[in-house]
């Protein structure tokens, strides 16, 4: 019981912290925030978050903590109740020591920006929804923290909103996340009508639900993830600053959907079209991404791409039915993936803004501490053997390996595999192509606490944090099966293929001779024709089906049926029977003369 109370107090304590710069902002204004006071908050949360996460570790029970319950309606109530787990307890020190790495570059890369503590709690806030959703016990809170996360990076993408790009992007990015919220509220629509409860503990024994509710489950996960078809808004997300991308890409937004279904998988678990969809889905999304990342030339897109690579990854990982590793895909994958644009970041802002690599080059001699932080995440990223990214990608690829189930999707998640060193090394070209020398013309200065405490801090966690979370957490219930040597060094033995093609390429470069395109090069320069079809093609179908409704159905009804062609109409059949009746003869005049009095004179007469 002293264990249970000590728990639940240091992780409301937690809470509170992040919490206070955010009240303090509706005080007087003497009592403002800095982004110094807001990191140091983010700073003493994490380190107060190591207290029930040793607690949960070592007593290794679940526990859900209720405060106050809503009875909205007749027989159904919606408890506001947390859930202590492994996912939450793991998530919680792992995002806030994310955000801490990130909020402290910030202070540094936003320096210049007017706004600069309406950024910070901005990003506070951001983060705050994401650990609503982690904690959540029912699908109200996880649905506030799902909208919280999806209108912050809505203002965090479009924060430089005087660019057009921006706006855009962020746009899109509340589009692509409307489409997916479709799938989550007829879900919980369906739990709240048939199940009658949100709780997920009481959901978990229905593990025989139809496939429509967990269909839309599929749905939402996919659009916040960015999944195949509902992607184009993370690539496009990169117009935000980096910081925002840092925290969008590594510990919050798009880890929200494959966490939605890591928390909801045991009413999916014995549903076999949905979890073959995930892994299908996930594959394609896997290699369309790495595809995708191959030719670009914006650093930071190519991480980007990288990222939704990754999560193709992990809904590969849901579709096998093992969402536990999953999430540890997820926690090894934020920190060098937070590194990763850090580091970028360093690059861009140290050259006035620069993010083509064709115009960048020799920057290992200038920036060394940026380059090996970027070097240490690219290896942990292509699956390196002892650090973050090989004990939880590596581990995907053996249990695949295993698998039955679809052997296109583990060809395909292979082949993407192996395309994960060669964009990955293009990324890392800066550091010592020589391409264009914009060094000569730019200063460049990475010595600022700022800039190489974050950095070195998530280097040292993309090394450390890969054996220390597989010691601490075991993702498998139960071990892979034996396989021979060459299936279980499958994943390192494409990852090794993909190096040496990488280098191959990167020898390419150094001849003048400019590449050939070709149809495979321009499906992947274009992003495999995706925005042209849906976002062009689309929109000009619907405005040309407009102008036709507006012009050939609106206008020429109105015209035909009750302008003046209809009063035309209308008047001509009493036109024609005035014809009839008005020959122009003298006789016909006095017929119906004579007719009208005899008419008149019947009238009178008649009693």
Avoid at 49 to 65: N, Q, R
Avoid at 176 to 195: E, F, K, P, Q, V
Avoid at 212 to 226: C, M, R, V
Avoid at 587 to 594: E, I
Wanted: some cysteine; proline content about 6%.
């Amino acid at each position: 019981m002293n264990t249970t109370l000590l728990l639940s107090s240091s992780l409301l304590l937690t809470l509170s912290i992040l919490l206070i710069p955010v009240f303090t902002q509706l005080l007087p204004k003497t009592l403002e925030n800095s982004p110094v006071t807001i990191t140091s908050a983010i700073k003493t949360a994490f380190l107060i978050s190591l207290i029930p996460t040793t607690l949960f570790i070592h007593s290794g029970t679940e526990h859900i903590i209720s405060y106050w319950e809503w009875k909205p309606i007749m027989n159904f109530k919606i408890p506001i109740s947390l859930k202590l787990d492994l996912y939450s307890m793991l998530f919680i020190p792992t995002a806030l020591f994310v955000t801490w790495s990130i909020l402290q570059f910030a202070s540094w890369y936003m320096a210049s920006d007017p706004h600069i503590t309406k950024f910070f709690l901005h990003l506070l806030v951001f983060l705050i929804a994401m650990l609503l959703l982690t904690v959540a016990n029912n699908m109200f809170l996880l649905f506030i923290g799902w909208e919280g996360v999806g209108i912050m990076s809505f203002l965090l993408i479009g924060w430089w909103h005087g660019r057009a790009e921006a706006n855009t992007a962020a746009l899109q990015a509340v589009m692509y996340n409307r489409i997916g919220d479709i799938g989550l509220i007829l879900s919980m629509a369906w739990l709240a009508s048939s199940l009658n409860t949100w709780e997920l503990q009481q959901t978990f024994p229905s593990t025989h639900l139809p496939t429509l509710p967990t269909l839309g489950l599929l749905l939402a996960a996919a659009g916040k993830s960015a999944q195949f078809g509902l992607h184009p808004w993370l690539p496009a997300a990169m117009e935000g600053p980096t910081p925002v991308s840092a925290l969008l890409h590594s510990s919050t937004m798009v880890v929200a959907g494959i966490f939605l279904l890591i928390r909801t998988h045991p009413m999916f678990t014995n549903n076999q079209l949905t979890l073959t969809l995930c892994l299908c889905l996930g594959a394609l999304s896997t290699l369309f991404a790495a595809t995708c990342a191959l030719t670009q030339n914006d650093i930071k897109k190519i991480i980007a791409f990288s990222t939704s690579s990754q999560l193709g990854l992990m809904m590969v990982t849901i579709g096998l039915n093992l969402p536990q590793l999953a999430f540890l895909h997820i926690s090894t994958h934020a920190f060098f993936k937070a590194m990763l644009f850090l580091c970028s970041g360093s690059i861009i802002h140290s050259l006035n803004g620069e993010q083509d690599i064709r115009k960048m080059g020799n920057l290992q001699k200038t920036l060394p501490t940026t380059t090996s932080c970027l070097t240490i995440g690219n290896l942990a990223l292509m699956g390196t053997p002892f650090l973050a990214g090989f004990y939880s990608k590596d581990l995907i690829i053996e249990h695949l390996n295993t698998s039955y189930l679809n052997t296109w999707a583990l060809s395909i998640t292979l082949l993407a595999t192996s395309f994960t060193p060669p964009f990955m090394k293009k990324g890392k070209a800066p550091t010592h192509t020589r391409i264009h020398h914009t060094l000569h013309t730019t200063p460049v200065n990475e010595n600022n606490p700022a800039v190489i405490n974050p950095t070195t801090r998530l280097a040292i966690g993309s090394v450390t944090v890969g054996p220390s979370i597989h010691v601490l957490y075991h993702p498998a219930k139960t071990p892979p099966m034996p396989m021979p040597n060459i299936t279980e060094m499958a994943a390192l033995t494409i990852t090794a293929l993909g190096l040496i093609l990488a280098l191959e390429l990167s020898n390419l470069t150094h001849s003048m001779t400019p590449p050939k395109h070709n149809h495979t090069s321009a499906f992947s320069i274009s992003l495999g024709y995706f925005n042209p079809l849906v976002h062009r093609l689309s929109s000009t179908n619907l405005l040309l089906n407009g102008q036709k409704i507006a012009t050939l159905l609106i206008d020429l009804s109105w015209y035909k049926k009750l302008g003046p062609e209809g009063l035309a109409s209308l008047q001509l059949p009493m036109i024609k029977t005035s014809t009839t009746l008005h020959t122009g003869l003298i006789k016909a005049y006095l017929g119906s003369f004579a007719l009208s009095i005899l008419t008149i004179t019947l009238l009178v007469q008649t009693p």
